[in-house]
């Protein structure tokens, strides 16, 4: 075999490897994103229960007024004496909140418990590991001295 067969060989087997492994459809990147699904089903599912108890408390404070009286001593340090007044909401003001969830910093990688390599890093080293292993072989076989013999045995 020449070098530049067993170069464009090992070149062809690392570009599979790549592309079963760490381009944007590899196993990697499938691994990664049932991960994602996986913390997005259940922060999902936490945010709906919240929801449910949030708008559980919501509808008794409105209609409760001793429950509203309670939830503010609780919250604002107000004595036994104190009375609370509730004021009515405009429609046009309730409309006017954005809904907005909060992305924690772990989802975001600044968690420092990173199990595994982020990867772009593992791509990189790939490529890099790969284009030196593929020159090395090249090289190694051209400096090698030719074994076949040249003649023909017709």
């Known amino acids: 075999m020449t070098a530049t067969k067993a170069a464009l060989l090992l070149t062809y087997v690392c570009a599979c490897l790549y592309l079963g492994l760490l381009s944007e459809s590899g196993v990697a990147e499938r ?5 994602e699904l996986i913390n997005l089903n259940a ?13 559980e408390k919501e509808r008794r404070l409105k209609n ?14 107000l004595s036994e004496t104190a009375h609370v ?21 772990r989802a975001a990688g600044f968690g420092g418990e990173w199990k595994e390599p982020p990867l772009f890093l593992l791509r990189f080293f790939f490529i890099s590991f790969s284009v030196f292993l ?3 072989v090249y090289y190694k076989l051209k400096r090698l001295p030719h074994t076949s013999n040249q003649k023909r045995l017709n």
């Open 31 to 35: 691994m990664r994103l049932e991960k």
């Open 43 to 55: 922060e999902v599912e936490r945010l709906v229960v919240e929801n449910q108890g949030l708008e």
């Open 64 to 77: 409760d007024a001793y429950a509203l009286e309670q939830e503010a001593r609780k919250y604002y340090l």
């Open 85 to 105: 007044l509730k004021f009515e909401e405009f429609p046009e003001s309730a409309a006017a909140k954005t809904k907005v969830l909060p992305t924690p910093l």
């Open 134 to 136: 593929i020159l090395g």
